[in-house]
């Protein structure tokens, strides 16, 4: 067995997101001598580098040679600010590169993030583009964007990118949650003008037809810059240390934070669709309180019967696919499926 394994190197950003999970209140790094302990403790198939701005943490260009020399396919997620720090030869040793927008024009999205970042993104997404690294825009679905999903895709086909949807977990506050009628609006639109590369997302794959085969804490693997190991960057509570990691390896799926991850709510155990689903998001069962309850966005437990537009984009395979929890799109559409 292999993971997909999401290093936050560091805590630090440049930008103060409002529906941000990272704790900023202290900084917290991950040293080179951490990541090579988590990355030969178990077998990897992808590593992401994520949480915080890279370009932030001193170590980072040591951290990518080591990745490098090891031969491990790596991506990077940004607001822009790394990719403008890295050089080509560094750029072009990643597998993928993945940017930050949330809002498909710039007034909204400096407005959210800050003032510039909307072309700190765009410049960034230009650079991959010319140097022919596959690239991504990474959104969160939250309330204030839910219906503006579709333009992001479509402004990331303009720069060759897809479109990679995270929904929103309540790790620090639940005002930017999408409503259970906002959630499928927005699978609902967005899928309208778009095509799936590839879905995680357990709840929507089950509507979709599509049963997820991945799922946090079985495949992968989340390393927090304060040095825990969590099945899911959401998690709330304490997780592992790296030498319970290095102690178990492959076994780490058996810690109490893993094993809690992997709880099905009793009200799912008769359903039909509960090999795939699982009881949808734990991390957000958990932080509603709610572990042995269906996700909220279920609606199988609340007797929908929803059908969605789903148009297949030609096969691929990127380095988040083997992720947990998300969704990624093309903003041109293909063959329609059949489901």
Request: net charge neutral; hydrophobic share 45%.
């Given at each position: 067995m292999s993971f997909a394994l999401g290093l936050g190197l560091t805590n630090e950003c440049n930008l103060s997101c409002p529906h941000c999970y990272r704790a900023p209140e202290?900084?917290?790094?991950?040293?080179?001598?951490?990541?090579?302990?988590?990355?030969?403790?178990?077998?990897?198939?992808?590593?992401?580098?994520?949480?915080?701005?890279?370009?932030?943490?001193?170590?980072?260009?040591?951290?990518?040679?080591?990745?490098?020399?090891?031969?491990?396919?790596?991506?990077?997620?940004?607001?822009?600010?790394?990719?403008?720090?890295?050089?080509?030869?560094?750029?072009?040793?990643?597998?993928?590169?993945?940017?930050?927008?949330?809002?498909?024009?710039?007034?909204?999205?400096?407005?959210?993030?800050?003032?510039?970042?909307?072309?700190?993104?765009?410049?960034?997404?230009?650079?991959?583009?010319?140097?022919?690294?596959?690239?991504?825009?990474?959104?969160?679905?939250?309330?204030?964007?839910?219906?503006?999903?579709?333009?992001?895709?479509?402004?990331?086909?303009?720069?060759?990118?897809?479109?990679?949807?995270?929904?929103?977990?309540?790790?620090?506050?639940?005002?930017?949650?999408?409503?259970?009628?906002?959630?499928?609006?927005?699978?609902?639109?967005?899928?309208?003008?778009?095509?799936?590369?590839?879905?995680?997302?357990?709840?929507?794959?089950?509507?979709?037809?599509?049963?997820?085969?991945t799922g946090c804490g079985r495949s992968t693997l989340r390393v927090t810059p304060a040095g825990r190991v969590l099945p899911c960057v959401y998690w709330p509570e304490a997780g592992a240390a790296i030498d319970v990691l290095e102690t178990q390896g492959a076994r780490i799926l058996e810690h109490p934070a893993f094993r809690d991850s992997h709880q099905i709510p009793r009200a799912c155990t008769g359903c039909n669709f509960v090999d795939a689903c699982r009881g949808g998001c734990a991390s957000r069962r958990l932080l509603a309180g709610r572990l042995d309850q269906p996700d909220e966005y279920c609606p199988v437990a609340r007797g929908d019967h929803l059908q969605l537009p789903c148009t297949l984009a030609p096969p691929r395979q990127p380095l988040k696919s083997s992720s947990a929890c998300t969704t990624i799109l093309t903003g041109t559409r293909t063959t329609p499926a059949t489901h």
């Open positions: 202290r900084l917290e790094r991950l040293e080179l001598g951490e990541v090579r302990r988590v990355c030969e403790a178990v077998p990897l198939r992808s590593v992401n580098l994520g949480t915080g701005e890279n370009g932030l943490h001193p170590g980072l260009r040591s951290v990518l040679g080591y990745l490098r020399d090891r031969s491990i396919p790596t991506s990077i997620s940004s607001n822009g600010l790394t990719i403008e720090l890295l050089s080509d030869e560094e750029l072009r040793a990643l597998r993928e590169v993945e940017v930050s927008i949330d809002f498909p024009d710039e007034e909204r999205q400096d407005e959210w993030r800050g003032r510039g970042s909307f072309g700190t993104a765009l410049a960034a997404l230009e650079r991959v583009r010319r140097l022919g690294i596959d690239a991504s825009i990474v959104a969160v679905m939250m309330r204030a964007n839910h219906d503006r999903l579709a333009p992001i895709a479509h402004l990331a086909a303009r720069y060759g990118a897809t479109l990679r949807v995270n929904v929103y977990v309540p790790v620090r506050t639940a005002v930017y949650a999408p409503t259970y009628a906002e959630h499928w609006a927005a699978w609902r639109m967005l899928l309208a003008e778009t095509s799936l590369v590839a879905c995680t997302e357990p709840i929507l794959g089950v509507v979709l037809g599509r049963p997820v085969s």
